[in-house]
T-cell receptor, first 114, second 114 residues
């Protein structure tokens, strides 16, 4: 079983829809939760990060973390065709675990139809 | 936001030659840099983690003699693919961080070995 599970999609929605992207994880040491957006043939772009549980909002994007369920979400309101990309969740533990790298989900391909 | 550049963005080389890819953090000093490889429609595969002035830590299965990493300064890391073969053709992406959980990615380098 992977440490981080993410539905690969593709997820196709009409323009203006609310999009919900999700990841589940098994490592309870994860405390930092990130969402990246990757356009085709480009490097991933950090959208937002959250520490521990709770919500964080940035414009049309809202990140939500539920540590009790080991479940994180990214909501995109009023989705636009320009939001069409692959969205990767990533996680990092708190404290000194000796590992410096993020643990990524496999990514969800989102297509927003005009 | 933090900016990471990669050069070249695209390279085509003949089998048996070596190729060097540069990764620079432009507006911050990166304590750690990471090198990833990505195949089409797949997630990022971490190759190695490097800290300035010390040897890189390679992931299991990554040949350190084939993928040479040099982290000469807090703003520059290089990946050299030695004696490249067609199976080394891929999308190589670097990332840099000044806080472990907050990584910023370069735009990627597409390597094609003929």
């Amino acid at each position: 079983q992977k440490e981080v599970e993410q539905d690969p999609g593709p997820l196709s929605v009409p323009e203006g829809a609310i999009v919900s992207l999700n990841c589940t994880y098994s490592n309870s040491a994860f405390q930092y939760f990130m969402w990246y957006r990757q356009y085709s043939r480009k490097g991933p772009e950090l959208l937002m990060y959250t520490y521990s549980s709770g919500n964080k909002e940035d414009g049309r994007f809202t990140a939500q973390v539920d540590k009790s369920s080991k479940y994180i979400s990214l909501f995109i309101r009023d989705s636009q065709p320009s939001d069409s990309a692959t969205y990767l969740c990533a996680m990092f533990p708190d404290g000194d675990t000796g590992r410096r790298a993020l643990t990524f989900g496999s990514g969800t391909r989102l297509q927003v139809q005009p | 936001g933090a900016v990471v550049s990669q050069h070249p963005s695209r390279v085509i080389c003949k089998s048996g030659t070596s190729v060097k890819i540069e990764c620079r953090s432009l507006d911050f000093q990166a304590t750690t840099m990471f090198w990833y490889r990505q195949f089409p429609k797949q997630s990022l595969m971490l190759m190695a983690t490097s800290n300035e002035g010390s040897k890189a830590t390679y992931e299991q299965g990554v040949e350190k003699d084939k993928f040479l990493i040099n982290h000469a300064s807090l703003t520059l890391s290089t990946l050299t693919v030695t004696s490249a073969h067609p199976e080394d053709s891929s999308f190589y992406i670097c990332s840099a961080s000044f806080r472990d959980y907050e990584q910023y990615f370069g735009p990627g380098t597409r390597l094609t070995v003929t």
